[in-house]
């Protein structure tokens, strides 16, 4: 079994940045790829980045490109999510998900392990 757990969140203003990290437990050589997504009231979860468990790749969705920074620590086994700029908007519950399959995976249903959310509140 693989077990995840999110952390970083609060309330934050407009404009400020934060850190999301979530790490990562148990088989660990399972995952091939990690995950962010995010639900906001009312809303669908929503995916946010990719990175593969091992080499560079990342993949950020359009809403965040350009203001999220998806990075991990193998040695730590921790993945991080870097938002910047952040907007009203980016008020949601954060997830992080853990996955066998390999490459950009942009759908909750592809990924097996899931945390258990950390709330991110964004004031205007």
């Known amino acids: 079994q693989v077990q995840v757990v999110e952390s970083g969140g609060g309330l934050v203003q407009a404009g400020d940045s934060l850190r999301l990290s979530c790490a990562v437990s148990g088989r660990t050589l399972w995952i091939n790829t990690m995950g962010w997504f995010r639900q906001a009231p009312g809303k669908e979860r929503e995916f946010v980045g990719a990175?593969?468990?091992?080499?560079?790749?990342?993949y950020d969705a359009d809403s965040v490109k350009g203001r999220c920074t998806i990075s991990r620590d193998n040695a730590k086994n921790t993945v991080y999510l870097q938002m910047n700029s952040l907007k009203p908007e980016d008020t949601a519950v954060y997830y992080c998900?853990?996955?066998?399959?390999?490459?950009?995976?942009?759908?909750?249903?592809?990924?097996?392990?899931w945390g258990q959310g950390t709330q991110v509140t964004v004031s205007s």
């Open positions: 990175i593969l468990w091992s080499g560079s790749n990342t």
């Open positions: 998900a853990a996955t066998p399959s390999y490459g950009r995976l942009t759908k909750a249903l592809d990924y097996r392990y």
